[in-house]
């Protein structure tokens, strides 16, 4: 004899599956959430920088300490083990939020394909001269999860395919960043100022004479 489906408030487990969507964290994560729960109040009172975090599987939103680091790009590219995010909210793969809230989680660097700021550039990854005497270039990237467009910015001497074949810096800098997921086409995302994981990258190239930024590449 075949046993009853547990229920949980009048919601029959397996409906509750049925709304699961494959290759979205998320959907696994708010499952385990059995009723309403308040946002997560904040840790600290201390600066920090609101960011998000995407990979193949798993997006949220948080803040993020630099300590003594100037910039973002400084603090991930020097540091080791893994990432402490606090005031995390998982959002979906669409980028809305779920319930699913925690005053902090220690995030793998080398799962996570992206880190955006969906903000204007933060003034000091973009401020100063040196930043203003280097070159941009478009660039298109495929990762297992996304395409993605962007500027990167180069010294007037580098050559682009030295950079993009060089192992470092592990995380690129990139502005005016448009991804796409491969999972779910519908699913476009816009970041002012983003670092990519170049471990992540499957194939990359500079966007050509002819070809438009946006839906045409996207």
Do not use: C
Not at 39 to 50: C, F, I, R
């Amino acid at each position: 004899m075949t046993e009853p489906r547990a229920t949980d408030g009048g919601v029959n487990a397996a409906d509750r599956d049925d709304e699961i969507v494959d290759g979205d964290a998320a959907t696994h994560l708010e499952a385990l959430v059995a009723s309403a729960v308040a946002p997560a109040v904040p840790t600290t009172a201390g600066e920090g920088l609101p960011i998000e975090l995407v990979g193949q599987h798993l997006r949220l939103s948080g803040t993020v300490f630099i300590g003594f680091h100037r910039r973002l790009s400084d603090f991930v590219n020097n540091h080791e083990g893994l990432i402490q995010i606090r005031d995390v909210t998982v959002l979906r793969r669409n980028g809305d939020p779920t319930k699913v809230t925690s005053p902090s989680f220690w995030v793998s660097p080398e799962e996570v394909t992206l880190i955006g700021q969906a903000t204007d550039v933060d003034e000091r990854e973009t401020g100063g001269s040196e930043f203003m005497r280097k070159r941009s270039f478009d660039l298109i990237v495929v990762t297992p999860g996304h395409t993605l467009t962007g500027e990167v910015h180069l010294n007037p001497e580098a050559l682009l395919a030295a950079f993009i074949e060089s192992p470092s810096p592990t995380w690129i800098p990139m502005t005016d960043v448009r991804t796409r997921s491969l999972a779910d086409r519908r699913v476009i995302s816009r970041y002012g100022f983003a670092l990519v994981n170049r471990r992540h990258i499957v194939a990359a190239t500079e966007l050509q004479p002819g070809m438009v930024r946006g839906r045409g590449v996207l």
